[in-house]
């Protein structure tokens, strides 16, 4: 069966600090990955998603960035942090046809001091 | 500009009543529709998906979709305080597009 997992669960960073998030996928091959925030009290807003390695999509000007250096792997980045960079950060997983259902991950929570 | 429209609530029921969740999209050409559930503070987790006109039973939860009129509606039968949570409306993905569209999402709340 399949697992997506994402670390860490909980960080609190000061501004202007620099930013890496780790998700990873286990159990398919060449899924389709996804990184989503939801800030408190509000609906998720897709920041990036990746059909392939190296291949990386952007929803939402800002200062984040996303890597997917390995089939399963998808790295959420950041140089500078932002306190609006404040969020439950998510990140999916889809395989096949556009249209197959998400899957999300477990989720980190990111607070910006 | 895809849209998924949903009333945030809350909605309030009492333990045993059906509860109804409504959603409204605004591309035609979506393919499949999908209902999550998200606990506070806890990321979503699919309840069921929907992809054609119709009812569609997953033991006490029933996913509707009425393409014509652009709806989709979530219906919890025997509602329990353990199903108080927000529930996440998304339209799938249409025109080989890999984005699927999600709505804000509507509280439920199920008193005893």
């Known amino acids: 069966s399949q697992t997506i997992h994402q670390w860490p669960a909980t960080l609190v960073q000061p501004v202007g600090s620099p930013l890496s998030l780790e998700c990873t996928v286990e159990?398919?091959?060449?899924?389709?990955l996804y990184w989503y925030r939801q800030a408190a009290g509000r609906g998720l807003q897709l920041l990036f998603y990746?059909?392939?390695?190296?291949?990386i999509s952007s929803e939402v000007p800002q200062n984040l960035s996303a890597s997917r250096p390995q089939d399963r792997q998808f790295i959420l980045s950041s140089k500078k942090l932002l306190l609006s960079d404040s969020g439950f950060y998510l990140c999916?997983?889809?395989?096949?046809?556009?249209?197959?259902?998400?899957?999300f991950g477990p989720g980190t929570r990111l607070t910006v001091l | 500009q895809k849209e998924v429209e949903q009333n945030s609530g809350p909605l309030s029921v009492p333990e045993g009543a059906i509860a109804s969740l409504n959603c409204t999209y605004s591309?035609?050409?979506?393919?499949?529709f999908f209902w999550y559930r998200q606990y506070s503070g806890k990321s979503p987790e699919l309840i069921m998906s929907i992809y054609s006109n119709g009812d569609k039973e997953d033991g006490r939860f029933t996913a509707q979709l009425n393409k014509a009129s652009q709806y989709v509606s979530l219906l919890i039968r025997d509602s329990q305080p353990s199903d108080s949570a927000t529930y996440l409306c998304?339209?799938?993905?249409?025109?080989?597009?890999?984005?699927?569209?999600f709505g804000r999402g509507t509280s439920l709340i199920v008193h005893p």
């Open positions: 990746s059909v392939g390695i190296g291949q």
């Open positions: 998304a339209g799938g993905a249409s025109g080989g597009s890999y984005i699927p569209t």
């Open positions: 999916a997983w889809s395989v096949g046809a556009p249209t197959d259902t998400q899957y």
């Open positions: 591309d035609r050409g979506s393919q499949s």
């Open positions: 159990g398919t091959s060449n899924p389709n």
